[in-house]
């Protein structure tokens, strides 16, 4: 089955910037997604398509893929942004769509 | 504005039956491919099944294959989920959420995009 591997967990100031790594192998050759979840609220869709941000996302929400890696990075930290953070992608040879293990972002 | 409600979570035995559904509202529901995701308490998310536009065609995660039966109803733009063979581990909140956008001639968009708030299911004896 398809495993993307993600953090546990990634501290960072705020002001500074936070980069959410979600790997696998064959990663380059599939759209990668990212969801933030707050503490008792439902994943809100924070990125698609490697790079693209649906709309009410702030531009300091960033995606990038290089090689086995696809990365969230988030510019300009505010204690908001504190959640959990998934990567997510279709996976077409066994029909379905795994989820990283997530990582909790923690603005310190 | 689009919307999507989840109902029918509580409390079952193992091996019991419950069905959850979902309804949908501010959209075109029988354009969007529909899923059901999954979060066990203090876990993280896991795809549990998908069903396209017709409901002709449906995919599980390995872990409730045989036991859960995903269907939808376009008429009533209704997602449903029969979880039967419930076993404790499949304690979670359950999350509807569209996914892929098809119209006749193709089809894009294979992102989670919105989701419901979740219902509670708790298999305890």
């Known amino acids: 089955s398809y495993v993307l591997t993600q953090p546990p967990s990634v501290s960072v100031a705020p002001g500074q910037t936070a980069r959410i790594p979600c790997g696998e192998n064959?990663?380059?050759?599939?759209?990668v997604h990212w969801y933030r979840q707050k503490p008792g609220q439902a994943p809100v869709l924070v990125v698609y398509?490697?790079?693209d941000r649906p709309s009410g996302i702030p531009e300091r929400f960033s995606g990038a893929k290089s090689g086995n890696t696809a990365t969230l990075t988030i510019s300009r930290v505010e204690a908001g942004d504190e959640a959990d953070y998934y990567c997510?992608?279709?996976?077409?040879?066994?029909?379905?769509?795994?989820f990283g293990g997530g990582t909790k972002l923690t603005v310190l | 504005e689009v919307q999507l409600v989840e109902s029918g979570g509580g409390l079952v035995q193992p091996g019991g039956s419950l069905r959850l559904s979902c309804a949908a509202s501010?959209?075109?529901?029988?354009?969007?491919?529909m899923n059901w995701v999954r979060q066990a308490p203090g876990k993280g998310l896991e795809w549990v099944s998908v069903?396209?536009?017709?409901?002709?065609?449906?995919y599980y995660a390995d872990s409730v294959k045989g036991r859960f039966t995903i269907s939808r109803d376009n008429t009533k733009n209704s997602l449903y989920l029969q979880m039967n063979s419930l076993r404790v581990e499949d304690t979670a909140v359950y999350y509807c959420?569209?996914?892929?956008?098809?119209?006749?001639?193709?089809?894009?968009?294979?992102?989670?995009?919105?989701w419901g708030q979740g219902t509670r299911v708790t298999v305890s004896s």
């Open positions: 398509n490697d790079s």
């Open positions: 501010g959209f075109a529901f029988s354009n969007y491919e």
């Open positions: 959420a569209r996914g892929l956008y098809c119209t006749s001639l193709s089809c894009f968009g294979n992102w989670f995009d919105p």
């Open positions: 997510q992608v279709w996976d077409g040879s066994s029909n379905q769509a795994p």
């Open positions: 064959n990663i380059g050759s599939k759209n």
């Open positions: 069903i396209y536009t017709s409901g002709r065609t449906t």
